[in-house]
């Protein structure tokens, strides 16, 4: 199976340089403003089962009441309203993948740098890896600095590279991560096939 594997950067902009690849191959983000995709395929396929869909919530700016785990469910809630247009599948909410994409975005935030490669040089399949989640495929997407998940969706959605990961009906499971710090907030998402 073969994937895209795009990456930019998000701020309050999305990045128009999406890069794509296949298997596990690293692209950096061209800026820190816009949001970054990547998405990978690769050989390590096995069987895997995945947690619950999460119920849709309602859009509550970060670092206030509802926390990250509600923004992290509006944006399930968006993605999987953006898919069914498309005709994908709606995607279910996997706890591995949950608990990669909030480690990335809260590295991020304290260590302060935004990429999908941390500084040590870990990078999105690695993270899921770690997490025990055994993909054949995934995607990442991150963003630095919308106050809330339907700003995030948004300009997500307009660059081409995170829309692809968004709409790619191949991906069956999700993970959002966010973190609120004061330098973010801090926003991935990581998608999944086992």
């Not at 770690?130 to 993909?135: I, L, N, T």
């Not at 660059?159 to 973190?179: D, K, M, Y």
Request: charged share 20%.
């Amino acid at each position: 199976m073969s994937s895209t594997t795009p990456t930019a950067t998000p701020t309050s902009t999305p990045s128009k340089a999406p890069a794509t690849t296949a298997r596990k191959s690293r692209s950096r983000p061209p800026s820190a403003a816009s949001p970054s995709p990547r998405t990978t395929a690769g050989p390590e396929a096995t069987a895997d089962d995945g947690a619950a869909q999460t119920a849709p919530g309602t859009d509550t700016p970060a670092g206030r009441s509802g926390g990250s785990s509600s923004l992290a469910r509006q944006v399930v809630s968006m993605v999987n309203a953006e898919r069914a247009r498309k005709g994908c599948s709606p995607l279910a909410v996997d706890a591995r993948l949950q608990a990669a994409a909030q480690r990335h975005s809260d590295d991020m935030a304290t260590r302060n740098y935004y990429d999908h490669t941390s500084p040590d040089g870990v990078g999105p399949g690695d993270r899921i890896t770690s997490a025990g989640y055994r993909w054949s495929a995934y995607g990442e997407n991150i963003f630095k600095g919308p106050q809330d998940a339907r700003t995030a969706m948004a300009g997500w959605m307009k660059s081409p590279g995170h829309r692809e990961n968004i709409l790619n009906c191949a991906f069956t499971q999700i993970g959002v991560g966010v973190n609120s710090a004061s330098n973010g907030p801090w926003w991935t998402q990581d998608f999944a096939a086992p």
